[in-house]
């Protein structure tokens, strides 16, 4: 297998400037820490915060998770920065390191036309951005089976093996 192109790391330094959490639609997918973290940081319990803060999106296979958008297609969350930034989803705190983002040269560039942080500030190792991409895949999105709806999704099903390794180091990311 060839060595991907950040073998020799990447730069990357937000800028705050909060372009990738609001002014165009998009979604953030929560999985079920994501979940059990924002329970936690908004006070709610976790029927409340799915109707509170969540939609359901149809990805095909079944319906995600994603926190909800203003009407102005800002993150729900979003206050003059991010108003959950120490729960914030595994999504938000891993990028730009998702798959996708990394996979090429060409697609870290392409991504970087609307992120003024990638390509500038700190050098991020290739350990740690392999790091986070198996942080990624320990932790993916919900997917909840077709026929359900924010209001019984099953709590247990969700949160349950998450509730059981919430203790263990690797099972919350900072
Ligand atoms: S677009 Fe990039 S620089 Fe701006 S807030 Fe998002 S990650 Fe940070
Ligand atoms: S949760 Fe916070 S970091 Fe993530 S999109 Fe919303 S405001 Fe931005």
């Known amino acids: 297998m060839n060595d991907p192109f950040y073998i020799e790391g990447l730069r990357f330094g937000c800028t705050a400037c909060s372009k990738c959490c ?8 929560l999985s079920s820490n994501d979940i059990l973290r924002l329970m936690d940081a908004t006070g709610l ?13 149809d990805l095909g296979t079944g319906l995600a998770i994603s926190l909800l958008e203003t009407n102005r297609f800002d993150c ?6 991010c108003s959950v930034y120490p729960a914030r989803p595994l999504q938000c705190s891993t990028y730009p390191f998702w798959e996708r983002i990394v996979e090429s040269r060409k697609s870290w560039l392409v991504e970087a036309e609307d992120c003024p942080g990638m390509g500038s ?8 951005i392999d790091e986070l991409l198996a942080r990624r895949w320990k932790h ?22 998450a509730r059981i390794t ?4 690797d099972s919350i990311e900072s």
């Open 22 to 29: 609001r002014h165009e639609p998009g979604f953030v997918f």
């Open 45 to 57: 319990a976790f029927r409340d915060f799915l109707i509170k803060f969540t939609r359901t999106v």
């Open 76 to 81: 729900i969350f979003w206050n003059e920065g």
């Open 121 to 128: 500030g700190p050098l991020v190792s290739m350990e740690l």
């Open 140 to 161: 993916p999105p919900v997917l909840v089976p077709y026929g359900y709806t924010l209001e019984n999704i099953n709590e247990n099903s969700i949160l349950g093996s």
């Open 166 to 169: 919430a203790n263990t180091s």
